[in-house]
């Protein structure tokens, strides 16, 4: 199982970004796919989680701002940031639950990370 993430750059304050993250290989279900950042010096943090279900949780620090979705058909998820900070910029990695096999446990992959950078 891979995950590739993309969307990532380099965005004034106020402006928007659009990350995406596709599970691709041998997967059997999803059962949940969550978007993580971590700052240079700090702690990877939770950021916003879809279930297959489609309830979602948000970080405190970005309600309102920023939007996770999904589409179950391709193994996709997709990270909606608006009215980004300075405070957002962050090496963001998405995450998946996932079994590969309808006998395997249920396993995290992580992506390779994508780096946004918010900055006058």
């Known amino acids: 199982v891979q995950l590739q993430a993309s969307g990532g750059g380099l965005v004034q304050p106020g402006g928007s970004l659009r990350l995406s993250c596709a599970a691709s290989g041998r997967i059997f279900s999803i059962y949940a796919m969550n978007w993580y950042r971590q700052a240079p010096g700090k702690q990877r943090e939770l950021v916003a989680a879809?279930?297959?279900?489609?309830?979602?949780n948000y970080a405190d620090s970005v309600k309102g701002r920023v939007t996770i979705s999904r589409d179950a058909a391709k193994n996709t998820v997709y990270l909606q940031m608006n009215s980004l900070k300075p405070e957002d910029t962050a090496v963001y990695f998405c995450?998946?639950?996932?079994?590969?096999?309808?006998?395997?446990?249920?396993?995290?992959?992580w992506g390779q990370g994508t780096q946004v950078t918010v900055s006058s």
């Open positions: 879809i279930t297959s279900g489609g309830s979602t």
């Open positions: 995450n998946a639950d996932l079994k590969s096999t309808s006998w395997g446990r249920r396993t995290e992959y």
